[in-house]
C-alpha cells in the first residue's frame, strides 16, 4: 500500500524548534518533488514548502521562509521539516505529499497524491 | 499569490442529489485546477486534475470542468461516502500553489 506517515508533532513553545518527519512506504520518494502543507484550526490547506526529489532545490512560503528548513534522505526513505523560531500561527496539522504529473506535447498538470494523515504541531505558551 | 475563491462553504444535500461546487481564481490559471476530498481523520484524497481529468479508479459521479478562472466541481448521484470536506487547488506556474477554503458536504 502507498502509504505517507507524519510524526514529530506536539506541543511547544514559541520560539522553540522541532523536526517533522514523514516516512513514505509501498514506493519510493527518490523520484518525486515532495511537498509540504498544513491547516491551522478552522482554516484552509496551506502549502509551505516543496524540495526537488535530489534534495538540492527547494521553496518556501513567505510564511516559514527563513525559520522552517525542509530536506530529505532517500535512503531512508523519509521527508523532514525543520522548524525554528516557532510561533503560534504555526500552530496546525502538518501534512506531507507527493508531487505527481501528467505531461502532454504542450503542458503538465501536478497534483499531490498521496497524503499523510497529518501530525499536529501546537505553539502555546 | 493567486487566490481560490470556493463556493459555497457548505452545502446540505440529500443521497441521489446532484451537487456543484465552485472555486474562482484571481487570475487566468488555464485549467492548472484539482479537486481534492477530505473525510474527518483521513488523508486528502485527489478527485480532478488538469481541471476535468478523473483521477484513475475513482467513480464517474465525479466530474470537474472550466478554464480560466471559473471551475465547477460537479457529483451526479450524491452517494453515503460521499459526505466529505472537498477543495480545489490551483498548480499554475510556480509555488505557491494555493487552495480555496474548502466546502464541507452534509446530510439534509
Known amino acids: 500500500e502507498v502509504q505517507l506517515v507524519e510524526s514529530g508533532g506536539g506541543f511547544f513553545q514559541p520560539g522553540g524548534s522541532l523536526r517533522l518527519s514523514c516516512a513514505a512506504s509501498g514506493f519510493s520518494l527518490s523520484g518525486s518533488w515532495m511537498h509540504w502543507v498544513r491547516q491551522a484550526p478552522g482554516e484552509g490547506l496551506v502549502w509551505i514548502s516543496r524540495i526537488h526529489s535530489d534534495g538540492n532545490t527547494a521553496t518556501y512560503a513567505d510564511s516559514v521562509r527563513g525559520r522552517f528548513t525542509i530536506s530529505r534522505d532517500n535512503a531512508k526513505n523519509t521527508l523532514y521539516l525543520q522548524m525554528d523560531s516557532l510561533r503560534a500561527e504555526d500552530s496546525a496539522v502538518y501534512y506531507c505529499?507527493?508531487?505527481?504529473?501528467?505531461?502532454?506535447?504542450?503542458?503538465?498538470?501536478?497534483?499531490?497524491?498521496?497524503w499523510g494523515q497529518g501530525t499536529l504541531v501546537s505553539v502555546s505558551s | 499569490d493567486i487566490q481560490m475563491t470556493q463556493s459555497p462553504s457548505s452545502l446540505s444535500a440529500s443521497v441521489g442529489d446532484r451537487v456543484a461546487i465552485t472555486c474562482r481564481a484571481s487570475q487566468n490559471i488555464a485549467t492548472y485546477v484539482n479537486w481534492y476530498q477530505r473525510k474527518p481523520g483521513k488523508a486528502p484524497k485527489v478527485l480532478i486534475y488538469g481541471a476535468s481529468n478523473l483521477q484513475s479508479g475513482l467513480p464517474s459521479r465525479f466530474s470537474g470542468s472550466g478554464s480560466g478562472t471559473d471551475f465547477t466541481l460537479t457529483i451526479t448521484s450524491l452517494q453515503p461516502e460521499d459526505f466529505a470536506t472537498y477543495y480545489c487547488q490551483q498548480t499554475y506556474g510556480n509555488p505557491p500553489w494555493t487552495f480555496g477554503q474548502g466546502t464541507k458536504v452534509e446530510i439534509k
Open positions: 505529499t507527493r508531487q505527481r504529473f501528467d505531461c502532454s506535447t504542450t503542458n503538465c498538470f501536478y497534483w499531490f497524491d498521496p
